[in-house]
T-cell receptor, first 120, second 113 residues
Framework: GAVVSQHPSWVICKSGTSVKIECRSL??????MFWYRQFPKQSLMLMAT?????????EQGVEKDKFLINHASLTLSTLTVTSAHPEDSSFYICSARVGFIGGQVYNEQFFGPGTRLTVL | GENVEQHPSTLSVQEGDSAVIKCTYSDSASNYFPWYKQELGKGPQLIID?????GEKKDQRIAVTLNKTAKHFSLHITETQPEDSAVYFCAASIGAAGNKLTFGGGTRVLVKP
């Protein structure tokens, strides 16, 4: 249980194009999904928090117009990197949190396998 | 905001020995502390977690301890195996803050056969 998938697993694009990354919770409904960015040999940095049916909350320093997040259902969130540039090349990872079941709080976040974006 | 420090940044152990990774956090309101294992090119995998109302938790060869007074928590791996080689991250979150995780810097563990 608690499987999170991401698609694509890797993508190469030209500078100036947009790229969409999908994050799906396969066997549970995720009230909240998170998007992280990870540079080589570094830790995960939270980019934004996405709640189903509402606007994403972005961390300080993350451009919301560049990194568009949509959380249209309890099992799907998408991250679109608009007008990508080489400095956007990174490993993007999503996670999903169950939240509440029957009044019980579940804090666990389950991570997807990541998407490696390379912008030429 | 929350700040999580993790030590050491690299750890090399002989197969069969124990490995210990330590983390400290800054916000006393943090109440959830997960540990993740990340293999090369993959997403983090939750291996164990602990909540602030518990001092210790064990799952087979893995254990986590929490000292709320000192604001630090540790991961203990016993009888290490080569497949334990990976990067380990600690994290902390505050339940009231949307459960955002703040990660430590990571520890690269190498288990030598």
């Amino acid at each position: 249980g608690a499987v999170v998938s991401q698609h694509p697993s890797w993508v190469i694009c030209k500078s100036g194009t947009s790229v969409k990354i999908e994050c799906r919770s396969l066997d549970f409904q995720a009230t909240t999904m998170f998007w992280y960015r990870q540079f080589p040999k570094q830790s995960l940095m939270l980019m934004a928090t996405s709640n189903e049916g509402s606007k994403a909350t972005y961390e300080q320093g993350v451009e919301k117009d560049k990194f568009l997040i949509n959380h249209a259902s309890l099992t799907l969130s998408t991250l679109t990197v608009t007008s990508a540039h080489p400095e956007d090349s990174s490993f993007y990872i999503c996670s999903a949190r169950v939240g509440f079941i029957g009044g019980q709080v579940y804090n666990e976040q389950f991570f997807g396998p990541g998407t490696r974006l390379t912008v030429l | 905001g929350e700040n999580v420090e993790q030590h050491p940044s690299t750890l090399s152990v002989q197969e069969g020995d124990s490995a210990v990774i330590k983390c400290t956090y800054s916000d006393s309101a943090s109440n959830y502390f997960p540990w993740y294992k990340q293999e090369l090119g993959k997403g983090p995998q939750l291996i164990i977690d602990i909540r602030s109302n518990v001092g210790e938790k064990k799952d087979q060869r893995i254990a986590v301890t929490l000292n709320k007074t000192a604001k630090h928590f540790s991961l203990h791996i016993t009888e290490t195996q080569p497949e334990d080689s990976a990067v380990y991250f600690c994290a902390a979150s505050i339940g009231a803050a949307g459960n955002k995780l703040t990660f430590g810097g990571g520890t690269r563990v190498l288990v030598k056969p």
